[in-house]
């Protein structure tokens, strides 16, 4: 029964690419389960309603579903993946501000992804999850604040303290990696 | 492309993570991550923060027939447009170019004395951002800032009291700093640039011109 495996024992980038794939309703169903909750508690927290919120997360859903396709899991987990796509909707419908994002690389000649890769960016995103909650308490709520709240860049301190090292090196190689192939 | 060798800070980069930065200064970071992928690493690290944050962070229940709507709302959407493919040497990348509405050529200038040219773009109001051209060999106005200038160089080159910025180089200015940008001699010098607070110029001059010029 899948009520009885937990959230990170799913292989997230697996449903997603079975989404992609095959549009696979019941895949769709079980990243729904998990992350809708969480984005529209997130959209409650950057000042929506409910009834916004949930159905700016609808929202968000639909476009995960959309785009499916961009999702390059060497390079974000899915919870990072849906992080931007819901961060995106609050601007959008809640600041009613335009987004100017950078130039996508995910327009290359479709590769299969390597497994290996795909593992090792799962692995990294663990370790920071691991290492965001053991920073001391008065940091982790700062940043907190900074993502959840409204910190404006001038309040946030130029040095975060946040063990970015080994992630930032793992992302690095998969954009050299991108790159290469758009040769 | 040339070595990039001045960088966003990670307040910016966090900032424009978590989607807290006003449009114009988002507007400089999303170019200047375009031609970055040193930054882009970064930012996306920060994206990775978030995630985190947002998959152990509470939960609020969705509505019972959330999924039927959604999928609904799937099958009713028309599919997304395929993104911009970036044009192969153009001089502004992608987020830029959505802007000015083209490249370079669909730059609409305006006169600022001097030689120096200005095209203000639509943002919202909490940051003013405009491209720049000074030709080769000239100066700005020598200046302080109130708040926060980021300067993003996409042709040509400047020197001021901090070094040389080339392209994709970016200069971030606050209260510290007071500087008089030069362009290098040969090529005009464009650049991007952003304020969250009017400039502050030593000289007369440009103080009385500055209602009317919107620096
Ligand atoms: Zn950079
Ligand atoms: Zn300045």
Same mark, same amino acid.
């Given at each position: ?64 579903? *959309? ?54 960016? *799962? ?15 008065? *940091? ?44 | ?215």
């Amino acid at each position: 029964m899948t009520s009885m495996v937990k959230a990170d024992e799913i292989d997230w980038p697996e449903l997603v690419r079975r989404i992609h794939l095959d549009q696979d309703k019941k895949a769709f169903a079980k990243v729904f389960a998990h992350f809708a909750p969480r984005v529209k508690s997130f959209l409650m927290k950057g000042g929506s309603g409910e009834t916004l919120a949930e159905e700016c997360t609808q929202e968000v859903m639909a476009t995960l579903w *959309q785009k499916a396709h961009l999702f390059d899991p060497t390079r974000a987990s899915v919870s990072t993946w849906i992080f931007t796509i819901a961060r995106n909707k609050k601007i959008d419908a809640l600041r009613k501000q335009r987004r100017p994002e950078p130039e996508d690389l995910t327009w290359g000649p479709e590769a299969e992804p390597d497994q290996a890769d795909v593992i090792v960016l *799962q692995q990294e995103t663990e370790r920071l999850a691991k290492a965001v909650a053991e920073l001391p308490e008065k *940091q982790r709520l700062l940043i907190k604040q900074a993502y959840f709240g409204d910190l404006s860049h001038n309040e946030i301190a130029e040095e975060t303290g946040l063990p970015l090292g080994t992630i930032k090196s793992r992302i690095r190689l998969a954009l050299e990696r991108l790159r290469h192939t758009m040769k | 492309m040339e070595q990039i060798k001045h960088h966003l800070n990670d307040s910016l980069l966090m900032g424009y993570a978590s989607g807290n930065l006003p449009e114009g200064f988002s507007l400089v970071v999303a170019t200047h991550i375009s031609l970055c992928d040193e930054c882009r690493a970064r930012l996306e690290s920060f994206d990775a923060v978030g995630g985190v944050l947002m998959d152990n962070d509470d939960e609020v229940a969705m509505h019972e027939d959330s999924l039927a709507s959604t999928f609904n709302l799937i099958a009713n959407t028309p599919e997304a447009p395929k993104t911009s493919v970036p044009t192969k040497g153009a001089v502004l990348p992608t987020p830029l170019q959505s802007y000015v509405g083209g490249d370079l050529d669909k730059v609409r200038w305006s006169n600022l004395g001097g030689g120096v040219k200005q095209c203000l773009l639509k943002t919202s109001n909490k940051a003013t951002v405009r491209l720049l051209n000074i030709p080769a060999g000239a100066a700005m106005p020598d200046h302080g800032h109130r708040g926060t200038e980021l300067t993003l160089v996409l042709k040509g080159a400047f020197r001021d009291e901090d070094g040389r910025f080339g392209r994709g180089d970016i200069e971030l200015a606050n209260e510290d700093l007071h500087h008089t940008p030069v362009a290098e001699a040969g090529e005009d010098c464009i650049c991007l640039a952003a304020t969250d607070a009017p400039l502050r110029f030593r000289s007369l001059i440009p103080r009385m011109a500055q209602p009317f010029l919107g620096i």
